[in-house]
């Protein structure tokens, strides 16, 4: 075959080759618009749509059911500020009005979803405080009559959204953003602008942007689920009653928690739980300073635990129950549920002979994993069905990251179980 032969064939298979990445190049484009159509098709407000859509009234019910029966009144008012937000949301999306009400929303983000892939991936820090700063913002959110919206997938760590239909944030990107892994905001500066939300500000008048009062705010508020900057941070309050009504757990996760409620007898209301947390660097080897029980410590730390917990069982009468797992049945033991960041304290609780130790089976992952929260959600639930919580303190030296005082988890647990100051007690290892 002569040389020209061949220079014509290289050259025909080259522009086959062209031809076909423009063709593939061209297919890719047309699905991205065809996924941007389909995403933006999905947004919640149509022309047939209406809130009462986005709240069914079955999964009110349903949500009647599940929650505290005291916590009725804080979902009764949530629905009607989020009601009343919605509505005039959808209402003025085609003209603006000088009422006191916003067509703005409050979008609370920290997208871990895909942080063990690729793509966007937001450090949230542990369940405990991310909850208590997405909850406060929620109540001011509330209080302001303003729409919110959460990105915030959980649903693989085993808590799924409640009326996720109304209250889950989706891109403007739709299934592309969801495809390719993005987000069209970006809340990594982790800064706060209440100066720039809209709605009631308690006096009955519309607040705009920059102070005024009586006009409509339209732009949206993108916010991480712990701001750190801002001219004005928030209080860390809320109703516990507001958990409840925005969470639950996923079937799964609801099924052991049932399974480990019957297991560990905590319907008796005579099981004390024990949290024990030894810190990130301590439990996981990650580089922060984290440190708050450490080396020989751990075990005294365990010890000291126990004859924490043994106090607040004299002072909650607290009574020993038969111990099932003894040969000898006629056993009468103090009955506590240990959650533990450390496998080490989890070894040392399963050889304890003076007390009855619960354990889940689940071995501690570090909440810095995207799938390491499922099992902390698990023990959070168990914590906060016990008839009280013996916490460990930070130690007095302690220079790591945590706020000081008691383990935000626990004290979460502490709330959304409704347990008093007389129910807990504080224990120093020092």
């Known amino acids: 075959m002569s040389s020209d032969s061949v220079h014509k064939i290289s050259t025909t298979k080259q522009k086959i080759v062209k031809r076909l990445i423009r063709i593939l190049l061209a297919l890719l484009f047309i699905l991205i618009f065809l ?8 947004t919640r407000f149509t022309n047939s749509s209406s809130p009462t859509d986005l709240f069914p009234q079955d999964e009110i019910t349903r949500t009647r059911n599940d929650i505290p029966s005291h916590c009725t009144p804080t979902l009764d008012s949530f629905l009607a500020s989020q009601l009343h937000a919605k509505q005039h949301q959808k209402q003025q999306s085609s003209f603006v009005s000088s009422t006191t009400t916003t067509t703005q929303k409050i979008i609370l983000a920290c997208h871990r979803k895909w942080c063990q ?29 303003l729409s919110i919206e959460l990105d915030y997938p959980q649903v693989s ?10 209250l889950e944030y989706r891109d403007k990107w739709g299934s592309v953003a969801e495809f390719f892994h ?8 982790k800064e706060i602008h209440l100066d720039r939300w809209g709605g009631d500000n308690g006096d009955g008048k519309g607040v705009a942007v920059g102070g005024g009062h009586g006009d409509v705010v339209q732009e949206d508020q993108f916010v991480h689920f712990i701001p750190l900057h ?9 109703d516990p009653c507001l958990y409840h009504v925005l969470f639950r757990p996923t079937p799964q996760l609801g099924k052991e928690i049932t399974y480990y409620s019957n297991l560990f007898r905590l319907d008796t209301e005579n099981v004390l739980g024990i949290h024990f947390r030894t810190g990130d660097s301590t439990a996981f080897g990650v580089a922060n300073s984290d440190v708050r029980a450490a080396g020989s410590s ?9 004859q924490c917990a043994a106090k607040l069982a004299t002072k909650l009468n607290i009574i020993p129950m038969i111990d099932s797992s003894s040969s000898r049945s006629s ?6 549920y240990l959650a533990t960041d450390n496998q080490h304290v989890k070894d040392m609780a399963m050889k304890e002979e003076k007390y009855v130790i619960h354990l889940t089976s689940d071995k501690p992952s570090a909440y810095l994993r995207a799938d390491g929260d499922r099992s902390a959600f698990l023990e959070l639930y168990l914590l906060s069905k016990t008839k009280g919580l013996i916490i460990n303190q930070i130690p007095k ?8 005082g008691l383990s935000t988890f626990a004290q979460l647990a502490m709330n959304i179980g409704f347990m008093s100051d007389e129910d807990t007690l504080p224990c120093s290892l020092d």
């Open 35 to 42: 996924l941007a159509l389909i995403g933006k098709g999905s």
């Open 157 to 166: 760590n085993g808590v799924e959204l409640r009326f996720n239909n109304a």
């Open 182 to 189: 993005f987000r069209s905001y970006d809340v990594s500066t």
């Open 230 to 238: 801002g001219e004005r941070l928030l209080h860390v309050t809320y």
């Open 298 to 306: 751990l075990e005294q730390g365990y010890n000291r635990m126990l």
């Open 117 to 145: 892939s690729y793509g966007l991936c937001e450090p949230c820090s542990g369940i405990g405080d991310r909850t208590r700063h997405l909850l406060a913002s929620v109540t001011e959110a509330m209080r302001r009559k």
């Open 331 to 336: 056993i009468e033991k103090l009955h506590f």
């Open 397 to 404: 030296n302690y220079v790591g990251p945590a706020t000081r």
